[in-house]
């Protein structure tokens, strides 16, 4: 009997169409030239990849759910489609959005009724799912949907089941569809996040009967993020090998959201098919396939340039004619980067032939047919990721409020002035929202930023100027796919400074300038032309004021209004809601708080809110002639507000514990996951507890977040600071101390994993504001660690004196204030050995290195991992001051004790054999030096995979011993090897791949191919010159390296119209004009670039 082959499950994934486009389409732009795209794209790739097992639609088929023109018009775009792609409308799934709800019929008669009580509390939606009179008042909205729907595959939905699940067929294994309805709230423009939700009921109902080892294809319109019980779901599908499908997302092309957490969910964006928007829109879609090997993604996007569809923005113009996708471009996730749940399945996944099924179970071609095939051969051409620096982005961290926010149209107007036609300065056109706090300045700055965002092509880039600038940068870089994960944040850092300080048409704002110095680094440079928008408490030189005074008494009137959702038709509400604004003298913090617990608390009327408010705000006036003495009159009226929200806050006391710890820390926002951790709370009830706190305004949500499973929470300053006044953090000590014996543990699991580096870096201010906590409160132990673990950032993004100077410091801390822990103290002086090799001082970073394997001797034993550290780090020291042998005999024990303790396939050891490898070379025994690399090799590639960045790594050392042997033909191999995988996985715009490709070239030199090796040489200079501008050492070295080449050919004409050139783009180099002097003058450059070998210098094994 023969074994049948799996090969894969693949899917289109179009969400967003928008057909019809309501009374505003002669505006639009021209959706069937989109649309009609989209069928040819389609048939192109499906030629490639052969044709989809199912085509996914997540929402918003229609613009206004119009039966009479838009579903016809849909449903004839879906028939060509599946016409040209061969599949019958049966391998069609759909879910509906927003736009498929017919808002008229939602609003009529008993509809509107339903629906408003719905409205004002979303979460009665587990109510409406319970109750079949109620369901059938509000479903006509669905109608017309539901009608067009029946055409295709998905199970028709009801009243009585507003979702459908369906079992489909797959040579993978199990697999299953399930369509949530997360239109069920929708019906007018409040569609906003705090309105939507899915209802428990609607979750559990549809995972019954959904086998545990069953594959889940979940399809819903709008974000998890999106919906109030949005966590609900991410929890129920934890654990379970899944896909989260969704759409709703306008702004970006499609997009994998690729979890952190091994159980965390895997989500897929596909981008919005027709933007609700002009030409400008991003008009995108996606191909999704999953085979053993991972996942593969395929984002298709508008290119309006070509007026066609694209895979990625690296391809040069010249490649992007007509309609054709390479099979190398796309995003790769090796199961290894899956969540577990799913890598499980697809380890588990045989060739067995599908089961047998209901009758609604979809068959046909590739993975859903179980056609018996041979596995694809692997692309010729290198596998290219998409990262590239030109992406343009947008980060707006919080939603904007609209038609919420009252009087500030005036001052949007001025900024919109200032900054297309007002004056520019030296850094380029600026404005300023000023204002003291509570003013509404942020929240302007977001409402500009949501505004315009479509009139910036290069993208909107937000800063928080009061937080850790180069960990934003880093998060920045990412989120926006300028660099890899999987890069090293130095160069992480490198790129996304120098995007931000050379980039235009953008927008960039600056939140909460305290000083014009902490974001300097960041400012415009050389002919870059951003517009600048800060917010601050003071004028800034440079930034055009744009003044933000407190609310007049109507604009008060009116915020409060329609922050709390309540009429004032009665003469005696009008009169009591003018005592509130009265008291709160035009504040709008203030007056959203007191909006949002007169929205919650129904059973309070205005009269006695205003009551309560005057009662706290005499109490609170009294007390800033004592406690609250530094308090100004706008935070004792905060004070008085916040204090009436005590009687829901005692109702909840997990609420309380977390507001106070918000409010003891950074003033940036926390991730649900650390602040659950601090508090020793992982459950639903602190989801509940965020939800009640956010629904009081007393917290804000961010949006966008790089990780959108780890929702974030802020409070806004002068809430902290009142909070912080009513729970001094002196009256009870030791209540902290388990949160700093957490935080430390959370900080040091963390330390040294790139893939936990992104958490890291998110919550740093939090880590810093608690460090000095725990010093004011004597906790001296905690003060040391936690100041030990700040040095970690700046040492992975290469700022070595800056991590130097921080375990410095906690080193002499802990000296000085007598703390008795052998273990920090060994890991302060370790560490202190690192970045004292980093800059130099090999001889004494020898010393501390030497004390911390003393201690570790001492305390953990010889055969401990932490030991073994000691012994590589002593090794190297003693390798960088000339002592190679000796070095080696260090290395060699440290070998040994890893793989005794951690065994022979262990990223640690193959780490250990690639630094005894290279000290080898260094003592010029390269045959024994190319044993060492090539096991390393070998482990790396059985622990990693084939690609991944240490595997590209070791075939470049292995490269370098093959060159150093003169084996060249071997030695370029090996380079092109791991070239391939840098292009994989890094993406062709990264410093990392520029110089496997400047190995590359010396390597083809020696081979004597001077041509080619030109090529590479020149292509490994123009990406440094992309990512990490000219006056960058890498950029210099390189331009050396090219035109010593040229030199040796002969070449000096061409050598000084290539340096010529250059100085055109950069007139000020002056690495340029001495070279431009060497070649007129006759004289060789010095040559600064790296000999073929390692790509990066041997690393510590991490611990």
């Known amino acids: 009997m023969s074994v049948r082959v799996a090969r894969n499950l693949t899917w289109i994934h179009l969400s967003d169409l928008h057909f019809g486009h309501g009374k505003e389409a002669t505006t639009r732009f021209d959706q069937k030239l989109v649309a009609d795209a989209i069928i040819h794209d389609a048939v192109t790739v499906a030629g490639e990849l052969g044709p989809p097992d199912v085509v996914f639609v997540t929402g918003d088929i229609a613009f206004s759910a119009s039966a009479d023109k838009e579903y016809p018009t849909a449903k004839e775009w879906l028939d060509k489609l599946l016409a040209a792609l061969k599949l019958g409308p049966e391998r069609v799934l759909l879910v509906p959005g927003n736009h498929d709800v017919d808002r008229k019929k939602a609003q009529e008669g008993p509809s509107r009724l339903v629906h408003k009580g719905l409205r004002s509390n979303p979460d009665e939606v587990n109510g409406l799912l319970e109750k079949a009179d109620e369901m059938e008042v509000v479903w006509p909205k669905l109608a017309a949907y539901q009608n067009f729907a029946k055409a295709f595959g998905a199970p028709e939905i009801t009243p009585a089941i507003p979702f459908w699940t369906k079992q489909l067929s797959s040579d993978l294994g199990p697999v299953e569809a399930i369509g949530l309805n997360t239109a069920l709230l929708s019906f007018d423009n409040g569609d906003s996040r705090e309105n939507l939700a899915l209802g428990?009921?609607?979750?559990?109902?549809?995972?019954?009967?959904?086998?545990?080892?069953?594959?889940?294809?979940?399809?819903?319109?709008?974000?998890?993020?999106?919906?109030?019980?949005?966590?609900?779901?991410?929890?129920?599908?934890?654990?379970?090998?899944?896909?989260?499908?969704?759409?709703?997302?306008?702004?970006?092309?499609?997009?994998?959201?690729?979890?952190?957490?091994?159980?965390?969910?895997?989500?897929?964006?596909a981008g919005a098919g027709h933007q609700d928007a002009k030409e400008e829109g991003n008009h995108a879609y996606a191909w999704g396939r999953l085979n053993r090997d991972g996942l593969e993604y395929y984002p298709r996007a508008w290119l309006k340039r070509e007026l066609k569809l694209w895979a990625q923005q690296i391809l040069p113009p010249e490649d992007q004619k007509g309609y054709s996708l390479k099979l190398g471009e796309f995003v790769r996730f090796p199961r290894a980067k899956l969540p577990d749940a799913l890598d499980r399945w697809l380890a588990n996944s045989t060739a067995h032939a599908p089961s047998a099924s209901t009758a609604d179970s979809i068959t046909g071609p590739a993975a859903f047919s179980g056609a018996i095939a041979e596995p694809a051969p692997a692309p010729a051409a290198p596998v290219v990721a998409t990262f590239d620096p030109a992406n343009a982005y947008v980060s707006i961290p919080f939603r904007a409020k609209g038609d919420q926010v009252v009087g500030r149209a005036d001052a949007l107007k001025k900024v919109r002035e200032q900054l297309v036609k007002g004056r520019r300065t030296a850094i380029g056109q600026t404005a300023a929202f000023v204002g003291l706090g509570g003013l509404g300045k942020t929240q302007l700055a977001v409402e500009y930023a949501h505004t315009y965002k479509d009139q910036y092509p290069g993208g909107v880039y937000w800063f928080n100027a009061d937080a850790d600038l180069h960990a934003q940068l880093t998060r920045l870089a990412w989120a926006a796919r300028w660099v890899s994960p999987a890069a090293e944040p130095r160069v992480v850092l490198e790129i996304a400074t120098h995007q931000i300080r050379n980039r235009s048409n953008c927008l960039?704002?600056?939140?909460?300038?305290?000083?014009?110095?902490?974001?300097?680094?960041?400012?415009?440079?050389?002919?870059?032309?951003?517009?600048?928008?800060?917010?601050?408490?003071?004028?800034?030189?440079?930034?055009?004021?744009?003044?933000?005074?407190?609310?007049?008494?109507?604009?008060?009137?009116?915020?409060?209004?329609?922050?709390?959702?309540?009429?004032?038709?009665?003469?005696?509400?009008?009169?009591?809601?003018?005592?509130?604004?009265?008291?709160?003298?035009?504040?709008?913090?203030?007056?959203?708080?007191?909006?949002?617990?007169?929205?919650?608390?129904?059973g309070v009327s205005w009269m006695s809110y205003a009551d309560l408010l005057e009662s706290e705000g005499v109490k609170a006036r009294g007390l800033r002639d004592g406690p609250l003495s530094s308090f100004t009159k706008h935070n004792a009226d905060l004070y008085a507000t916040l204090r009436i929200h005590k009687s829901i806050l005692d109702d909840s006391p997990l609420l309380g514990e977390a507001l106070d710890l918000l409010a003891w820390s950074g003033a940036t926002s926390m991730g649900r996951e650390l602040l659950g951790y601090l508090l020793g709370r992982e459950s639903a009830a602190l989801d509940v507890a965020l939800g009640e706190a956010e629904t009081l305004r007393i917290l804000k949500q961010e949006q966008g977040s790089v990780d959108p499973s780890n929702a974030r929470f802020q409070m806004h300053r002068l809430v902290r600071e009142v909070r912080q006044a009513e729970v001094p953090l002196a009256r009870e000590p030791a209540r902290w101390l388990g949160v700093l014996e957490r935080l430390g543990?959370?900080?040091?699991?963390?330390?040294?994993?790139?893939?936990?580096?992104?958490?890291?870096?998110?919550?740093?201010?939090?880590?810093?504001?608690?460090?000095?906590?725990?010093?004011?409160?004597?906790?001296?132990?905690?003060?040391?660690?936690?100041?030990?673990?700040?040095?970690?950032?700046?040492?992975?993004?290469?700022?070595?004196?800056?991590?130097?100077?921080?375990?410095?410091s906690a080193l002499a801390l802990f000296e000085g204030s007598a703390v008795i822990d052998p273990k920090l103290e060994a890991y302060l002086r370790n560490d202190w050995g690192r970045t004292l090799n980093e800059l130099g001082d090999h001889r004494k970073a020898l010393e501390y290195h030497q004390q911390a394997l003393d201690i570790r001797r001492d305390v953990l034993g010889e055969t401990h991992p932490d030991t073994a550290e000691s012994l590589n780090n002593v090794g190297h020291s003693l390798g960088e001051t000339g002592n190679h042998r000796t070095a080696l005999e260090y290395q060699k024990k440290a070998l040994e004790i890893y793989r005794k303790v951690l065994g022979e396939t262990h990223p640690n050891t193959a780490t250990s054999l690639s630094n005894i490898g290279g000290w080898l070379g260094k003592c010029g025994e390269h045959e024994e030096a190319l044993e060492y690399q090539l096991r390393a090799l070998d482990i790396h590639r059985e622990v990693h995979g084939e690609a991944h960045p240490d595997t590209a790594l070791s075939l470049n050392n292995v490269g370098g011993s093959f060159g150093e042997l003169r084996e060249y033909q071997n030695a370029i191999d090996y380079h092109q090897k791991g070239l391939s995988i840098q292009l994989q996985v890094l993406g062709e715009n990264h410093p990392d791949t520029a110089t496997s490709l400047l190995n590359v070239g010396m390597t083809l030199q020696k081979l004597g191919n001077p041509v080619q090796a030109l090529k590479h040489l020149k292509m490994g200079l123009s990406i440094r010159q992309e990512t990490l501008g000219d006056r960058h050492p890498d950029t210099q070295h390189s331009w050396e390296n090219v035109v010593r080449l040229l030199l040796r050919q002969r070449k000096k004409a061409d050598a000084l119209a290539l340096v010529e050139n250059d100085l055109k783009k950069f007139p000020h180099n002056p690495t340029l004009k001495r070279l431009k002097q060497e070649i007129l003058g006759r004289r060789s450059a010095k040559v600064h670039g790296k000999t073929p070998g390692p790509t990066k210098k041997a690393k510590s094994p991490k611990r």
Request: charged share 25%; aromatic share 8%.
């Open 200 to 269: 428990l009921g609607q979750l559990l109902r549809a995972l019954e009967g959904v086998k545990s080892d069953a594959l889940l294809f979940v399809l819903q319109h709008h974000p998890p993020g999106w919906l109030r019980d949005g966590k609900d779901l991410l929890a129920l599908l934890k654990g379970r090998p899944h896909l989260l499908l969704y759409g709703h997302v306008h702004d970006q092309h499609g997009f994998v959201t690729l979890p952190l957490d091994s159980r965390a969910n895997l989500e897929l964006v």
């Open 508 to 602: 960039i704002v600056f939140d909460n300038v305290e000083n014009l110095a902490a974001i300097e680094f960041l400012l415009p440079e050389g002919s870059a032309t951003p517009h600048l928008l800060i917010t601050s408490r003071v004028s800034q030189v440079g930034f055009d004021p744009v003044p933000i005074d407190p609310l007049t008494e109507v604009e008060s009137l009116e915020m409060l209004r329609r922050e709390s959702g309540r009429s004032l038709d009665k003469p005696s509400d009008h009169e009591a809601a003018l005592r509130i604004v009265k008291q709160l003298e035009g504040l709008p913090l203030a007056l959203e708080l007191a909006g949002a617990y007169l929205r919650r608390a129904h």
């Open 745 to 808: 543990n959370w900080f040091q699991d963390r330390r040294d994993n790139f893939a936990h580096l992104s958490f890291y870096e998110a919550e740093l201010d939090h880590l810093e504001v608690w460090q000095k906590h725990a010093a004011r409160m004597g906790y001296m132990r905690d003060a040391v660690r936690l100041l030990w673990l700040r040095a970690y950032p700046p040492y992975y993004r290469g700022q070595y004196r800056q991590a130097h100077d921080t375990v410095k």
